[in-house]
């Protein structure tokens, strides 16, 4: 693996949920500001991967640090993870519902680096924050753009990104990955799951192939686009 600072370190870990083990003693070095599209079947163990790493569910063994510290709770405000459910109210507008995560964020931990703001958040991504209509009658290319604003909000070091592409138009996929190249080329760390490997690849460092709860193979790629 290209010698960086590490984002994340797995240990050995493991979630089991009575006999099926969901992932199983995974061990990795995740390097910081690279992007990781992480492939695989339904049921390989990629979204709870990314739960444990957003701090959702903790593992039933092993050691996970991310970004320096284990206790994910502690550093929360710099992970940004968006779900394969959206976290957005139906009824709101899209700029009510980031000025409701606003608030949160704010009361989460009042001393943190100041976050964009809604607007600022909604434009990062192609809405219009004055478009008055409530997300629940958006396209869900436009519900999934809206969500990922939430997310960015925070202005997060890390990604956690679930499926962003599921059922998502060509645009608002097109809007997501330009919005994710920037972040990446701004030094952000990245991971999402996807069934779309030839949707991300221009964005990605690294493909990580999870299979029966392990990563089974780990393809880098080098800046000039070919396998390193």
């Known amino acids: 693996m290209p010698s960086a600072t590490r984002a994340i370190h797995l240990n050995e870990v493991s979630k089991v949920y009575g006999d099926f083990a969901a992932l199983r003693k995974v061990t990795a070095e995740l390097s910081a500001g690279k992007t990781f599209v992480i492939l695989g079947q339904n049921g390989a163990g990629k979204s709870t991967l990314l739960r444990i790493l957003a701090g959702l569910i903790r593992p039933s063994f092993g050691k996970v640090t991310v970004l320096g510290s284990q206790d994910v709770a502690a550093i929360r405000r710099r992970i940004g993870y968006l779900s394969h459910d959206s976290m957005v109210y139906d009824e709101l507008t899209a700029l009510e519902n980031l000025g409701y995560a606003a608030r949160l964020y704010a009361d989460a931990d009042p001393s943190a680096e100041p976050m964009w703001k809604p607007e600022e958040a909604l ?3 192609g809405l219009d924050a004055a478009l008055d209509r409530p997300v ?24 956690l990104l679930d499926e962003p592409f599921s059922n998502v138009d060509f645009a608002s996929s097109s809007k997501m990955l330009q919005v ?43 800046p000039e686009g070919s396998a390193a």
């Open 123 to 125: 434009d990062l991504v």
């Open 180 to 222: 994710l190249g920037k972040l990446r080329a701004e030094g952000k760390t990245i991971l999402l799951t996807t069934h779309q490997p030839e949707l991300a690849r221009p964005i990605a460092d690294c493909f990580c192939t999870m299979h029966e709860g392990q990563i089974a193979a780990m393809e880098f790629f080098s």
């Open 136 to 159: 629940g009658k958006f396209s869900q290319g436009m519900r999934q753009r809206a969500a990922l604003a939430r997310v960015l909000m925070s202005k997060p070091e890390l990604l």
